[in-house]
Structure formats: C-alpha cells, structure tokens
C-alpha cells in the first residue's frame, strides 16, 4: 500500500512540473531560471522516486512483468494521449514555431523564452525552438538512461552502452556545439551535432554548410576533415570490429532516445515478413534518395563556387561515376553471396541509372544534375526525411509501431552501416540452439523486427544489416543461448548449425 502512495505520489510530482513547463506557452514568468530550475527539478526528482518505486526493492534482473497488461505499452488510451502529445509537438518544432513561442523574426516567447538563461549561458544568444528541443531532448536521454540502467543494472553491456549515449547526447550533441558558438561568435554556424555525419548529417555536404566550413577558419576545416575521416575511414574500421552498434548502439542520438526513452515500447515493433520486405526497400530507397541529393548538392556548390573547389564540375561528375561503379563491382562479385537477390538487381539498376543520368547531364554543360535543381532535392529531403519521417513518425510513433520506427524504415545511417555489417564486419550473434526452450523473449522483445527465436532454434549466427547490437535479446534469455561476439569473417553467414536432436539421424 506504501509502495503505491508513493508511485502515485511520484507521478504527480513530476507531472506537476511538466504542467509548470507548459504552462508557459500561456504565462509569460518574469524570473525565468525559478521556473524552468523548478519545472526540471519537480520532473526530475519524480521520475528518480518512481524509478525507485519499479525496481529499488527487486533484485538484479530484467523485469517486464505486465508489460501486454499495460495500456501504456500495449496501445491502449494512454498511448494514443502520449503518441498524439509527441506528434503534435513535432509538428510545432518543425513547422509552426510560432505556437512555441519563435516567430519568423526570430524573437522567442512563450515556452521558448523560458530557455533563455539557459540558451545566453552556454551559447550567448536568446533561445530558439531548436535550443528548447535539443535540451528537452537530452534531459529526457538523462532522465530515462537512469531509468534504463537501473531496470538493466544486472547486465555490464548494458551500462556500458547506456553510458556512452548518454555521455555522446549530452557532450558531442548539445555542450560542446553550444559552447563553441559562444566561443566563436563570428564564425559560420557549422556546428550541430559533432557525431553525428553524413548521410544521418544529411546536409554536411550542402552549399550553404561547405560554404560556412571552408570560410570558418581553422576550426571549419577541421570539422570538414573530421567530418570526411568519419565518412570514409572511421565508420567502415569501426563498424568491421564492432558492427553497426558502435553508433546505433553505443553513439547515435536517434538510438539513445529510443533505448532510453522508448524502452517501454521496444515489444511492438512487428516481427512480420512482409513488413521486413518493406523495411528494406524504404530504408534503402532513403539511402539512394540522400545519395542522389548529396550529389547534386556537391555538383551545384562546384559550379557556384569555383574559388573554393579544388576540382571541376566535370572532374567530380568524373569522379561519382568511377566510385559509383568500382562500389556496384566489389560489393557485387567480391561478396555477392552476402546479398539478397532482391538486393543485388536493385543494386545493379539503381547505379545503372544513376550513372547514366550523371554522363548524360554532368557532362553536357547542364546547370542542373540529375534534371533537377539541387535545392528540390534538398527541400524535399529536409522536408519529407529529415522532418516528417526522423521527427514526427520517428518519436510520435513509439506507442504504436516501437521505438525504432525510424531506425528501421528511414535512417539513411542505419542503411549504409548495415550494408558494412552485412559485409565486411566482424560482428554476429551466435546461437546455441540445443539450449534454447523457444520462450520467444528473444523476439518480443527486439525492436528492430527481427524474429531472432527463429535462428536460435535452428542454431545459426545472427547476421542481418538491421540488428543495432543492443544486446537485448541475449539479456531477456534464460537460456544463455545468444552471445554477441566479434569473430573472423569465415562461416559468418552460412554458419554450420548447432545439431539439433530432432535433425540428428537416428540407427535403426
């Protein structure tokens, strides 16, 4: 009975602060640090005192007792209250500010102003709405990463990875960019997310960001280089050692969000074939679109800007098509055997297009690449990918499609990596499928979709582009039966099964 007072009690506290800090779109507050100080701390010390309540008092180990029980976790009413909550809030942010409180002048008001001291101490300007998001946004890594550590405070994978996001979303994502326009207010903006790179970073290579990167002194040219270090050095060595995971999992803010915050709701993403099958054609039709974009982006620069580029219009257009079709070669006939059918013909069309479409224009003198103006790419990127499908769907959607809608269906990052995963990287989950009792935590409880209970019972590795590392699955087995491991390359797909009893031929 004191246990519930005290959860009914907490969730009131924390409530009542975030009715403080809502209530500012209605109420203009004088002192600004009292209320958002008063507003963070009611939030925080309620969320602290019911995390206690859940799992103070259990012993070490993952409990998700009543999780199908749940109305929260199960679609009942209050996640279609919170799911419309978070949808109409991202419709705000990115495309009705002025209801937060920054109009078109760029004045803040409202709930916007009240981050205003806030804003002014680390960056030394008046708030916008993208400053309100970036901090709401970190708090709630911060707040519910505690929450996740101390539901998985039995596992060490655990802790280490809810760690890193949180150390990656609060210093490289939100401080550091902050201070650093403080630091160099004459610079260009270029700083947003410092670990965050392209294609995820989808507009590092626009005119307008190239342009602030090569006229931003030292500082610029170093996060240009940095940037294309990541690009095509960092990410391909770290993900052939540790597979995708050491972004999705252990860096990337998407993915701390959705481990942090969309833990409650990792049980409903679908594990059906079909949606599979969709999956993979949207996430990598999103790759081909931000290639396209980016293409044009550079092409439209070079024209433009002939005193800052080191080579022609022509000797990049030269240059797409080589690297376009040296990739269609090695990835098809070095590792064919790691691709899908489907896979490999889209692979074949897709580039077989491309390329022509960059002959055909990119070297008869067009002012436009690809038969469009580069600014239609970016506009429709930005808008339908960057906005509508990352924000709205990808954080409005956890209460009814899981926390890795996003993840799943429209990262262009989670694309690129899991084709390296798939490929060329080190990285599995190994099974032994003798041991395994077919309870199907496994399953239920990836959010990526993936019908893991299915390999385990036939005893083979677990090798697919969209699995993001996060351990789960082998934390929820009783069995011991799923091991992340990084290994050498050979029989990493087509692993020898396990010998199961009922395959075993049995003398008369």
């Known amino acids: 009975m004191m246990n519930l007072l005290k959860k009914q009690s907490s969730i009131g506290i924390g409530l009542l602060g975030l009715i403080l800090l809502v209530s500012a779109l209605f109420i203009t507050y004088d002192d600004k640090v009292l209320w958002l100080s008063v507003s963070f701390v009611l939030m925080t010390f309620g969320s602290l005192v019911y995390f206690q309540t859940l799992y103070g008092h259990q012993l070490p180990g993952i409990k998700n007792d009543g999780v199908w029980f749940n109305a929260l976790t199960t679609r009942g009413i209050t996640a279609w209250l919170l799911g419309m909550g978070l949808t109409a809030f991202y419709i705000a942010i990115y495309w009705f500010p002025e209801v937060l409180g920054f109009n078109a002048q760029g004045e803040s008001t409202g709930l916007v102003a009240l981050f205003d001291p806030l804003s002014y101490t680390l960056n030394g300007s008046p708030a916008t709405q993208w400053f309100m998001y970036g901090t709401l946004y970190t708090f709630a890594i911060i707040l519910f990463g505690i929450k996740f550590i101390w539901k998985y405070r039995g596992n060490r994978y655990q802790l280490f990875r809810t760690l890193s996001v949180v150390f990656f979303q609060l210093c490289f994502a939100f401080l550091i960019p902050e201070i650093l326009a403080k630091l ?9 997310d410092l670990k965050n790179m ?66 409650p709701f990792r049980q409903l993403s679908s594990k059906k074939l079909s949606v599979w099958k969709l999956e993979r054609w949207m996430i990598h039709a999103v790759l081909v679109f931000v290639t396209v ?172 582009s969209s699995c993001v590392g996060c351990g789960i699955c082998s934390a929820v087995c009783p069995r011991g039966v799923l091991k992340l491991e990084n290994d050498g390359l050979e029989n990493r797909i087509n692993s020898t099964p396990y010998p199961l009893g009922n395959a075993m031929e049995v003398d008369a």
């Open 198 to 263: 392209w294609p995820l970073n989808y507009y590092f290579l626009d005119e307008w960001h190239l342009t602030n990167m090569l006229t931003g002194g030292n500082l610029g040219l170093f996060f240009l280089l940095f940037g294309l270090a990541m690009i095509f050095i960092g990410s391909p060595v770290l993900t052939y050692f540790y597979g995708k995971r050491w972004y999705c999992s252990w860096v990337c803010g998407c993915g701390g969000l959705a481990e942090t915050a969309g833990d």
């Open 184 to 192: 160099n207010p004459e610079t260009p903006y270029f700083a947003k």
């Open 293 to 464: 974009t980016t293409i044009a982006a550079i092409w439209s620069f070079i024209k433009q800007n002939p005193e800052l580029s080191l080579i022609s219009s022509t000797q990049f257009v030269s240059g797409v098509v080589v690297l376009i079709t040296a990739l269609m070669l090695i990835l098809f006939f070095w590792n064919k055997n790691g691709l899908e059918k489907d896979a490999k013909y889209t692979l074949i069309s897709l580039g077989s297009i491309l390329i022509l479409s960059l002959c055909i224009q990119g070297f008869s003198g067009q002012n436009n690449l690809l038969f469009l103006n580069s600014y239609s790419f970016q506009k429709w990127y930005g808008f339908g990918v960057g906005a509508a499908f990352s924000g709205v769907l990808g954080v409005g959607f956890y209460p009814f499609l899981g926390s890795r809608v996003w993840c799943r269906f429209g990262c262009p990052m989670a694309a690129i990596l899991g084709l390296q995963q798939r490929l060329f990287s080190r990285f599995r989950i190994t099974t032994n499928g003798g041991q395994c009792i077919s309870c199907g935590n496994c399953s239920a409880y990836c959010e990526m979709g993936i019908d893991v209970r299915a390999y385990a019972q036939r005893g083979e590795n677990i090798v697919r």
